[in-house]
């Protein structure tokens, strides 16, 4: 509802008048509002759920000019005038810059970027220091595409513009708000540097996001293809035998009639299973929920229920019409449609099996109702009525604007098969944290045009296993399928590797999964908000992946000469291992990282804990306490709490902990209800000096086995399960660089240069070390034996930079 100035007596009376109001939520957020007629929007909207969030400790005066408002974050000035940006500002306090601190109202609009996209007939609103946050989709995107602004910035202050979005009724129902013209209602945040206490307050006014079931962080099947039961049911087969876990499997379009009369319309909208494909549903789906997969179906809603469909008689009779043949309108401004649509088509489909719902509007935000928009009352339905009918509260849909990140998850769109893409998506996933927008849902290997090539491919499965929701999709073309065996061996065996490596990591996102519900991290992250340093904003391809994770995906393509290709990277100070190759890095500096294609840089930091399922026990997404490898990570102290959903909304929590000082690393035993008893632990060190191995001590557990290879310490570790685990060794506080010669020796090993000069350049890292570094140009620039040799002999630029990163790793 909408409330007069004069009747909100709650408020300070300098921070409202005739025609404007502001009210200061936390101490680094403000809304601020202006009526032309006085009258103020009380009811909660899609982006602000939480209207009686209040910061109780600002301080508020009155200035010769206006008003003052004061917190320990902003300062802010009004005239109690017409917003402008000459009487209305507020300035960032702690240091950020006392030039771009400042935010004025409409200030970027004064903007020369801005005033261009006007002559152009664009809206684009410039960011102008906004971090960015998500995008409604990337339906043929080739590349990057412009992102909303988020609440984050490089200046200090975002505003995010709450004036038309839609408000929920009394009854919960959403509408559209009906503003009066020259009305504004204005959210300013003043969180400074700290990005994460900016995201907090989002969550505080928008509420969190949801706690995502552990199903949906696995693996997803997903093709845009003409499937019948038996070849869909044979391709889920063949990913178990071929060793790839899935969990969900999604049924694009083609599982309902698309063959119709085009007196109905086209065919992309259907409810009716065909029966040439699919004989009997709830047959097929039970065989898949046999197999340990949740089900999705794709739904185009915009062509409504036409007369052909199964169910046009039981829709059309709950909404008291006739059944004459006239189709029943999607129209998302009629409560009585969508209770239809919800409580009789959908659900006599859930029946059937059907667990969740891919919602691919692609209409529009336009419907009967000016300022309705279809995608955003689809989500907020759709996702509430799934979370009452069994307590998931989960679907696959577009993002529609600031508070979506209540809806998970989110499809972005019909990527195009490209480098430039995939060079995107990394970016793009990072920066929707600043919007709270934590579950992004890509086609994984993208889904049309482009050209094959194995190794965006593979590159593409490689960053989608370290991406919020790893869903593999293709288009209905033969030649596109993203199955790992359509790929030469090489390829092959990396993506099921990797695959398999999604579900060893399920135990640590589902604990990330928590942390994002209930500290309002999300799980991919950009790397500036643990760490401000200029270069953490210059590079953006590389994110935090949870709290212990530092990933860098591999976007371009190899070097020829060195088979290896390279991400550049921000390490922040510290200490990082690399969980793949085992080197250890000196943080606090930029990092080239070289790969083969076997992996991407995917590094661990100093007193990380990493709980994987262990090698070789079953990657059931159904197995909700798995034996488990922990990778730990040497060079500094740490903790970390496993926390393990062991039935739907009990957990359990295991703490670890590492003292480099005392030597000593802890694991508690399991707390909380159905806690896990496990009696043995698989360690796996990493970055420790290779004294880690000797003279270990445990209690509470019996050592079983300690080897060493590659530059690892593997303990194996067998107790009562009921007592802390605590294994001792001065080798603990020590730190080492890993297996630098063995992986110089890969590196040589798969470069195109003449074997000769590769035994030079190895004998002689092999003596000097990174010494060597001074000679490695020389190299292969006179004869030795044949003219091949002065050919392919030379190292490049390329390779002494790959050896260099090995060398001076730790340095």
């Known amino acids: 509802m909408t409330t007069p100035a004069s009747e909100n007596s709650t408020e300070h009376p300098l921070l409202q008048g005739d025609n404007f109001r502001i009210t200061p939520i936390t101490p680094r957020l403000v809304r601020l509002e202006w009526s032309p007629s006085g009258t103020f929007e009380d009811r909660p909207s899609v982006f602000a759920t939480n209207r009686e969030l209040r910061d109780e400790t600002a301080r508020v005066s009155e200035t010769a000019t206006g008003v003052r408002v004061e917190t320990d974050h902003y300062v802010l000035d009004y005239d109690r005038g017409e917003f402008s940006a000459n009487g209305l500002s507020l300035a960032v306090l702690g240091g950020v810059s006392n030039y771009h601190s400042i935010w004025r109202y409409q200030q970027d609009l004064s903007l020369p970027a801005h005033r261009t996209a006007q002559r152009e007939g664009r809206t684009t609103r410039p960011l102008d220091g906004n971090l960015g946050g998500a995008t409604r989709t990337l339906d043929e995107a080739d590349g990057a595409v412009d992102l909303d602004p988020g609440v984050n910035s490089t200046y200090g202050y975002a505003d995010i513009d709450d004036s038309d979005s839609m408000v929920f009724a009394p009854d919960g129902e959403l509408q559209a708000r009906g503003a009066e013209p020259g009305s504004v209602d204005l959210y300013v945040f003043a969180a400074g540097r700290d990005h994460v206490a900016a995201v907090r307050d989002l969550f505080a006014l928008s509420g969190p996001q949801p706690l995502l079931p552990r199903w949906a962080l696995g693996n997803w099947w997903s093709r845009y293809h003409r499937y019948t039961e038996e070849s869909y049911l044979e391709l889920m087969d063949r990913f178990e035998d071929e060793g790839v876990p899935l969990s969900v499997a999604v049924i694009d379009m083609d599982w309902h009639l698309t063959d119709v009369d ?3 319309g086209s065919g992309w909208t259907g409810y009716t299973w065909d029966p040439e494909l699919f004989p009997d549903p709830a047959r097929f789906q039970q065989a898949l929920h046999d197999r340990g997969l949740r089900v999705t179906l794709n739904d185009h809603p915009a062509d409504g229920v036409r007369a052909f469909e199964e169910l046009y008689e039981k829709v059309a009779e709950a909404m008291g019409r006739t059944a004459d043949g006239a189709a029943v309108e999607f129209d998302p401004t009629d409560p009585e449609f969508l209770r239809a649509y919800l409580e009789v088509l959908h659900r006599g489909l859930e029946e059937l099996g059907t ?19 279809p995608l955003w009352v689809l989500n907020h339905v759709q ?54 927008y934590g579950w992004w849902s890509h086609d994984i290997g993208g889904h049309m045009g482009g050209y094959w090539d194995e190794e965006l491919a593979t590159r593409w499965v490689q960053f989608g296993v370290f991406s919020p929701i790893l869903r593999l999709h293709s288009s209905s073309s033969r030649f596109t399928g993203k199955e790992p065996w359509m790929f030469p061996e090489t390829a092959h065996a990396v993506m099921v590797e990797q695959l398999r490596l999604r579900h060893r990591l399920v135990p640590y996102l589902h604990a990330m999964n928590r942390r994002a519900h209930r500290e309002g991290r999300s799980l991919v992250e950009p790397t500036y908000f643990e760490d401000t340093s200029l270069e953490a904003y210059m590079y953006r391809d590389q994110y935090l992946f949870g709290s212990e994770l530092l990933v860098a995906p591999i976007v371009r393509p190899v070097d020829r000469t060195t088979r290896l290709t390279v991400a ?10 690399d969980v793949t190759t085992g080197i250890s890095y000196r943080g606090g500096r930029l990092a080239s990282l070289h790969r083969d294609l076997s992996s991407i840089p995917v590094l661990l930091r100093a007193g990380g804990f990493l709980p994987l399922v262990a090698e070789g026990e079953s990657l059931d997404i159904r197995e909700t306490t798995p034996a488990l490898e922990v990778l730990v990570a040497g060079g500094a102290d740490g903790t970390f709490t496993l926390a393990e959903e062991t039935e739907p909304g009990t957990w359990a929590e295991t703490v670890f902990s590492l003292d480099i000082e005392a030597g000593r690393l802890t694991i508690e035993p399991a707390t909380g209800d159905g806690a896990p008893a496990r009696t043995t632990w698989e360690l796996t060190l990493l970055g420790f000096g290779p004294e880690a191995a000797d003279d ?47 992986q110089v020796e890969k590196v040589l090993r798969g470069a195109a240069i003449g074997y000769f000069t590769k035994d030079l350049l190895f004998a002689q890292i092999q003596r000097e070390g990174a010494a060597a570094l001074s000679s490695l140009a020389a190299y292969g620039t006179v004869p030795v034996f044949t003219p091949e040799d002065v050919e392919h002999g030379h190292p490049t630029p390329e390779l002494v930079a790959a050896l260099t990163e090995l060398l001076l790793a730790d340095r």
């Open 262 to 264: 085009p007196a109905y």
């Open 355 to 373: 667990d969740f719902w891919w919602l691919d509007w692609q209409s529009g935000p336009y419907s009967k109702v000016p300022g309705m928009d």
């Open 383 to 436: 996702f509430e009525d799934t979370r009452k009918q069994n307590g998931d509260g989960l679907l696959l849909s577009r993002y529609a604007g600031p508070g979506s990140h209540r809806y998970p998850v989110g499809f972005s769109g019909d990527a195009v098969i490209s480098w430039k893409s995939l060079a995107f998506q990394p970016r793009m996933t990072a920066a929707a944290a600043n919007i709270g």
């Open 568 to 577: 550049e990277a921000w390490l922040p100070a510290g200490r990082w291992t």
């Open 696 to 742: 270990l001590t445990a209690r509470g557990a019996e050592i079983q086995s300690v080897t060493i290879a590659d530059g690892r310490v593997r303990v194996r570790l067998v107790g009562a399960g009921t007592e802390p685990v605590v294994l001792e060794g001065a080798g603990l506080g020590t730190t080492g660089p890993g297996d630098v010669l063995g």
